[in-house]
RNA sequence: CGGGGCGUAGCGCAGUUUGGUAGCGCGCUUGGUUCGGGACCAAGAGGCCGGAGGUUCAAAUCCUCUCGCCCCGACCA
């Protein structure tokens, strides 16, 4: 390709609103453009990429047995009724109305197209198990898209669906998904740590994202500094030791500050590990107490998936109301009727404090087994960095930001049952098909790419999936053996099949580095005149300083050796 | 949805406080000189100052209302 017609409208001022290094290079390097928040163009350079990055997948989705179809984007109301999705979207879903006023919606993901599909061709236990998958738009009304690619409200999404007799093949579909993933990064040049995360609003039992660690991302998973343990915040567990005060009788103390767990610690010399933090929700319109250890946070996920329906934090009014108290000096502590959820790290707590219902006034000495009348312990905390590991001894929680690159679910029979997906299994009965559903986010893996493989002048494709293999710059085109010779190479590389784009422009050599580094192809080959004395051009790798001097009779040998060397990093 | 910031030439910005000829850099066009890391000289083109209303002799500037974008938070596969 000629870069005098081709179309990539490299910047040199870094868009003001871009901040995240991906979002940045993106812009610059020419690969897309801003057409509406949330939502944008991809430009030949970036669909290149894209497109290289959607080839892997297939061919690791074809390993698995995966069949690509194609499901519509367009669909009615009638099959997210029956899931109920309709209204638990929410704002999320796109919805519109075609002209004669039927509700519709642009898929936000296609659970319920595929077991639509499954449900009126599935009969027999015969035709499973199944997986297919599409490379297809998505749209999602984000409240807040951000960082070009990494949150937007329309973007590509590799989906698939496991279709299971029983939860052995599920098991299996999902293990198959996941080495496949596994290879499809690696391909891409990312490393992923897959951690244990929440399934929802897509439901199911269980579900692993597969995890870019970046300071870009916005989720933040916790990982064990001994052991294998990972897993997204939202679940993350810990297992903190009983703490121990020294009050063994409850006291009332006069606490003249402002409720916060960090005044009163503060007045109190003592560390905020020693205090209980009671939150009041409301939830079915019953108070509902959450206790927590004072150095943590509730992880409202968590108490999603504990109480099972809609709560929400109670205000001043009714914590006052409740307990007689301000926010900030109350407790479930001698009340009656309150729910208690007390976080299972509390348990066997002696000499702790907390709010004694009056205002200024704490509770020390409070036993958790003495004191505090739990409906159930449970795990409600988030964990923080440096906690203990709940899966070994010994080993503490480091907390690191990631960017979501995938996400498996174990669906189980979730939509086979409300859609009525049943197939007759060998024994003549009719069950559910067991189900699984896998999302890749196409662009966030474009992203992720760059914001691992980057310097200060520019991008640094993998060879993988890189958009050209190789950029040659011919310097002074007035030259003629700088022109006749970068042609004859041109044209042999093509001869070749090595993707090359030529910087043919009539401009000066430092605005062709320039771009060719912010473009970031992995090989450039350098054709001038002062090289050329020496009968040699000079080829070097994107991501290296080191320049090799070659003689033109010899650049596709020696192309080819570092293209076959390059992508030895990037095998399966 | 809450908080903050911003909309002026293709891009990045100044001008707004204190109303009075719309500017700068990059890019673009033409000509010339240059040519191994985003050159230089000269001459040009290009803007209803996001939109609508209002105040005023006069509005990019003041007032009201709107639309959009970005960032933080909430929310979220």
Redo the contacts with the bound molecule.
């Keep these: 390709m000629r870069l005098s017609r081709y179309f990539i409208p490299?910047?040199?001022?870094?868009?003001?609103?871009?901040?995240?290094i991906s979002?940045i290079l993106l812009l610059?390097a020419g690969l897309i453009k801003?057409l509406?928040?949330?939502?944008y163009e991809y430009l030949p350079l970036g669909l290149k990429v894209i497109t290289k990055i959607q080839q892997i997948i297939r061919e690791e989705m074809n390993q698995i047995n995966g069949q690509e179809l194609l499901l519509p984007i367009l669909t009615g109301r009638e099959l997210w009724e029956e899931t109920n999705r309709w209204n638990?979207?929410?704002n999320?879903m796109f919805k519109l109305k075609d002209r004669n006023d039927r509700d519709m919606c642009l898929a936000?993901?296609h659970e319920e197209i595929i077991t639509d599909l499954a449900r009126r061709e599935i009969q027999s236990y015969r035709q499973l198990p199944q997986i297919w998958y599409q490379l297809q738009t998505?749209f999602?009304d984000?409240?807040?898209?951000?960082?070009?690619v990494l949150?937007m409200r329309q973007?590509i999404?590799k989906?698939s669906y496991s279709l299971d007799r029983n939860e052995e093949g599920l098991e299996e579909s999902f293990q198959m998904h996941r080495e496949a993933y596994s290879r499809i990064f690696r391909r891409c040049g990312l490393d992923t740590v897959v951690v244990g995360?929440?399934?929802?609003?897509?439901g199911g039992s269980a579900?692993d994202?597969f995890m870019f660690l970046s300071e870009s991302g916005?989720?933040s998973i916790a990982l064990c500094n001994t052991c294998d343990y990972a897993a997204n915040v939202e679940v993350a567990a810990t297992r903190l030791k009983p703490i121990q005060g020294d009050k063994e009788e409850i006291t009332e103390v006069h606490t003249p500050v402002p409720g916060t767990v960090e005044a009163v610690a503060n007045l109190l010399a003592k560390p905020k590990e020693f205090f209980i933090k009671s939150l009041l929700y409301i939830g079915n319109n019953e108070p509902i107490f959450v206790l927590v250890r004072g150095d943590h946070e509730v992880n409202?996920?968590k108490l999603?998936g504990i109480l099972g329906h809609q709560f929400r934090i109670a205000n001043p009014d009714e914590a006052k109301n409740i307990t007689g108290a301000d926010i900030g000096y109350i407790s479930p502590i001698r009340l009656e009727n309150v729910e208690i959820y007390v976080d299972v790290n509390l348990k066997d707590c002696k000499g702790m404090i907390t709010g004694a219902n009056k205002n200024e006034y704490h509770f020390a000495g409070v036993s958790i087994e003495r004191d505090i009348n739990p409906k159930q312990f449970v795990d409600i905390i988030t964990a923080n960095e440096g906690d203990p590991c709940p899966q070994c001894s010994g080993g503490s929680l480091c907390i690191k930001k990631a960017i979501?690159l995938?996400?498996l679910?174990k669906l189980g029979t979730k939509y086979s049952q409300s859609m009525k997906c049943f197939f007759t299994d060998s024994d003549g009965t009719e069950k559910p098909v067991i189900m699984g559903s896998y999302?890749?986010?196409v662009e966030r893996i474009m992203a992720a790419v760059i914001d691992k493989y980057h310097d200060s002048?520019?991008i640094q494709w993998p060879i993988s999936i890189a958009p050209f293999l190789v950029h040659l710059i011919p310097?002074?085109?007035?030259f003629e053996d700088v022109k006749n010779i970068s042609e004859r190479i041109y044209e042999e590389l093509s001869e070749n099949d090595i993707s090359t784009l030529i910087d043919d422009r009539?401009?000066?050599?430092?605005?062709?580095?320039?771009?060719?580094?912010?473009i970031g192809i992995p090989i450039?080959i350098?054709?001038?005149?002062?090289?050329?004395q020496n009968g040699c051009?000079?080829i070097?790798l994107r991501k290296e300083d080191r320049?090799h001097s070659v003689s033109p009779n010899e650049v596709i040998l020696f192309v080819r050796n570092l293209i076959e060397e390059e992508r030895k990093q990037y095998a399966r």
């Design positions: 490299t910047v040199k001022e870094t868009p003001k609103e871009a901040q995240e979002h610059k801003p509406m928040s949330g939502i638990t979207f929410g999320e936000p993901t998505k999602r984000e409240p807040r898209p951000r960082g070009a949150r973007f999404m989906d995360a929440s399934s929802g609003l897509m579900s994202e916005e989720d409202e996920t999603a979501e995938a996400h679910f999302g890749i986010g002048a520019g310097l002074d085109l007035t009539d401009e000066r050599p430092g605005f062709k580095f320039k771009d060719a580094d912010l450039q350098i054709v001038g005149k002062r090289s050329l051009c000079e070097k320049k």
